[in-house]
């Protein structure tokens, strides 16, 4: 039986509305170095055998790190540990370990001390999950601390079980313009499928449309193969627009997942064309990939070019390091020049 898939929006509205736990993973690096990310897509997974199931991002360097070493402890953290889950969640973490006690577990894995519970793991299964990895530990030690108060992730922000509305109407104050231009991105790159569906029967092969948010009117224009513009400004009167492009990942950019740095990504790609005169955030999603994909950067120039023709783009500035993108740009006639 054929079944549609279902839209990123809608897997959001549901599953924004699971409370999860959040984590600390840790593992040891090929120097011995201690590793480690912030993660909620975390379960028990059977108690006979004790296995625990726990998701990366497939880019992740403590991923890595837990396939060469051959284990890992996961640290359950408490209301109390905000900081310590954001300094774990931003890429190469490594001054996140700077004056946090920890001991070594029975797998070598590091062990938080303030943690609220820790449980060690050696390494079981690897299975592949869309743009994330799955993988299975057996449990060989587990403690339980003190009975504080978790850290809990709903809705895309932090709360706890006390003050949970207190909480959740601060970080909204603080989130709200981004999660306003993440489901921007998300509910363009369905009209561009739709748009792209239309061309198919004869329709029109695009569709430009202007949406208000929190940051302001941002104009939405939508090209074939799933690429979507999100434009600010006035390109066309600018000397030179600026242009980021992101790949849609459905757990990082819409649910907010702590495995992978999408979300991340995607806020800093936003604040930099919102900090312009004018600029486009070119936004990628593969038809047949609904989770997204991570890795480097594959820009379809002749698709890109022409969709920021349309928004007005003759000269791009692309990000200091963005090859990929400058020259994919440049090789359709795009006057491109590095961000300083």
């Known amino acids: 039986m054929a079944l549609a898939t279902v839209s990123p929006r809608a897997l959001r509205a549901a599953m924004g ?49 837990i396939r060469a070493h051959g284990g890992f402890a996961v640290n359950v953290l408490g209301a109390r540990h905000r900081d310590v889950s954001h300094a774990f969640a931003r890429p190469g973490a490594d001054d996140a370990w700077a004056g946090l006690a920890h001991t070594p577990g029975p797998s070598g894995s590091p062990c938080l001390a303030d943690a609220l519970a820790h449980v060690d793991c050696a390494l079981e ?57 993440a489901s921007a991105a998300a509910d363009a790159a369905d ?31 939508a090209g074939d193969g799933g690429l979507v513009a999100l434009v600010h400004g006035d390109p066309a009167g600018a000397d030179r627009a600026v242009v980021r492009f992101h790949r849609a990942c459905l757990l990082g950019d819409t649910l907010r997942s702590l495995g992978c740095d999408c979300r991340d990504r995607l806020d800093r790609s936003l604040a930099a064309v919102r900090g312009a005169p004018a600029g486009v955030l070119l936004y990628a999603r593969d038809a047949g990939s609904p989770l997204g994909e991570h890795g480097p950067v594959a820009v379809d120039g002749a698709r890109a070019a022409r969709l920021l023709r349309r928004a007005g783009v003759r000269s791009a500035s692309v990000a200091p390091g963005d090859a990929a993108l400058g020259r994919a740009l440049a090789a359709q006639a ?3 020049a590095e961000a300083a």
């Open 334 to 336: 795009i006057d491109v």
């Open 191 to 221: 009209a561009a499928d739709a748009a792209a569906a239309g061309s198919e029967r004869g329709g029109p092969a695009g569709v430009v449309a202007r949406l208000p948010t929190p940051l302001g009117d941002l104009r939405i224009a």
């Open 17 to 65: 509305a699971f409370p999860t736990g959040v984590t600390v993973v840790t593992t040891v690096g090929a120097g011995g170095e201690p590793v480690g990310t912030t993660a909620n897509a975390v379960t028990s997974l059977s108690l006979d055998p004790p296995l625990l199931l726990v998701c990366f991002g497939r880019e992740s360097r403590t991923l890595a790190a």
């Open 125 to 181: 299964h690897r299975m592949p999950g869309g743009d994330h990895e799955i993988l299975v530990g057996r449990v060989v030690h587990a403690t339980a601390g003190a009975d504080d108060d978790p850290l809990i992730f709903h809705r895309g922000r932090y709360t706890s079980l006390v003050g949970a509305a207190d909480a959740a109407a601060a970080e909204a104050a603080v989130a709200g313009a981004a999660d306003a231009a």
